[in-house]
């Protein structure tokens, strides 16, 4: 199925780049499949589905949240999985900018020296490799520093039609149902990102933070790999993540473990509530939404045994258990403030919960709603 054509990465040819995105895209291009066949009529009104869903289910969450009253509303961008890679690869190469440049004026050796043993071209491949699993599995994707298509907005809402109808297939669940409650997930995310405006630079400067503290570059952070192993085979530490998040953790120190923290309870909360949002829409706009939420929880609890291998080592699984926490946080703030309540989430830095209040949100409420 393809949706439409996406421009590749750019970049200014003087910048140096730790990471060659256009290797990664020609990497990823290569391994990756191309979707299931679906008849052209099928294909095309997937397409002007999810089109018109991106729009109907933008204002069903500003109804639900509250937020984003008089923003504009544009179509997301219907694409099939290698225009997801190009855009994905964008996307995470305006982010690496500007999270450099939120930390130290735009100078990008932190991020270079991160990289450190790598060449750009391998760092590329490898990420292509990543890329390519991950573009056979999203359905879709806010990009919060991506090209926005109307003025008044930011980021660029990115809808993978092939990936959304094979699993609508695999589930065996209504096609329009599933597309509107893909669409409702993916329209919180932009609505989170153009209605918090201090939101995307809060983020790029966290991220930014964490590669500037990487001691020594790659060469001494993977010297430290050996011993995080070890004490991973030896019980890990209660509150560490499995797969590749929990040995990044290991191998940070108390300052990179802090604002890894922070990132990490960002990213909770934001697909928390969006699953929370997702749902609390209902069976008036998703007539099938009960069944579909509980045959997609078993989808991605599932796979076969390559395949969860994958995931964890690529941080998927920890992915899952984020949603999770994140709605039960959710969940638990509405049911007692209110969602207006729960908006004072969005109204400062200070606000957000911490990675501790995530899972003990009665800790938030007294903090923030005393």
Not at 26 to 51: F, H, N, Y
Not at 81 to 91: K, N, P, T, Y
Not at 339 to 362: C, K, Y
Request: glycine share 12%.
């Amino acid at each position: 199925m393809n949706a439409g054509p996406t421009a590749a990465p750019r970049r200014d040819a003087a910048a140096p780049a730790p990471l060659n995105w256009d290797v990664a895209v020609a990497t990823a291009s290569r391994l990756i499949k191309p979707g299931p066949e679906v008849p052209r009529a099928e294909a095309e009104r997937a397409v002007r589905g999810l089109r018109r869903f991106s729009v109907e289910a933008e204002t069903h969450v500003r109804e639900v949240t509250g937020l984003g009253q008089d923003l504009p509303i544009a179509e997301g961008d219907v694409v099939d999985r290698r225009d997801w890679l190009r855009g994905a690869a964008e996307g995470l190469d305006l982010l690496t900018e500007d999270a450099m440049a939120a930390v130290d004026g735009g100078e990008r050796s932190p991020a270079g020296d991160f990289f450190g043993g790598l060449s750009a071209r391998g760092a590329g491949v490898q990420a292509g490799v990543v890329l390519a699993y991950l573009g056979s599995k999203v359905l879709g994707q806010f990009d919060p520093y991506g090209a926005a298509p109307v003025p008044g907005q930011r980021g660029r809402l990115l809808l993978v039609a092939p990936n959304i109808v094979a699993a609508q297939r695999g589930l065996g669940v209504p096609a329009e149902d599933f597309s509107m409650w893909v669409c409702l997930h993916e329209s919180t995310h932009r609505l989170q990102f153009n209605a918090v405006p201090w939101l995307r630079e809060h983020f790029a400067r966290n991220l930014g933070e964490l590669l500037g503290a990487m001691e020594g570059g790659a060469a001494e952070v993977l010297g430290r790999l050996p011993a995080a192993l070890r004490e991973v085979r030896s019980g890990r530490p209660a509150d560490a993540s499995p797969g590749v998040l929990g040995v990044v953790e290991l191998l940070q120190g108390p300052e990179q473990r802090e604002v890894l923290d922070r990132i990490l309870a960002l990213s909770t909360l934001l697909e928390g509530h969006a699953d929370h949002v997702m749902d609390a829409v209902g069976p008036r706009v998703v007539p099938s939404v009960t069944t579909i939420r509980a045959r997609f929880t078993q989808r991605r609890n599932g796979g076969g045994p390559v395949d969860r291998v994958l995931r964890s080592l690529l941080g998927v699984d920890a992915k899952i258990r984020q949603y999770a926490q994140g709605a039960a946080f959710t969940e638990h703030v509405v049911g007692a403030v209110g969602m207006a309540g729960f908006n004072a989430v969005w109204a400062s830095p200070e606000h957000l919960p911490t990675r501790a209040e995530i899972t003990d949100p009665a800790a938030w409420l007294r903090r923030v709603h005393g």
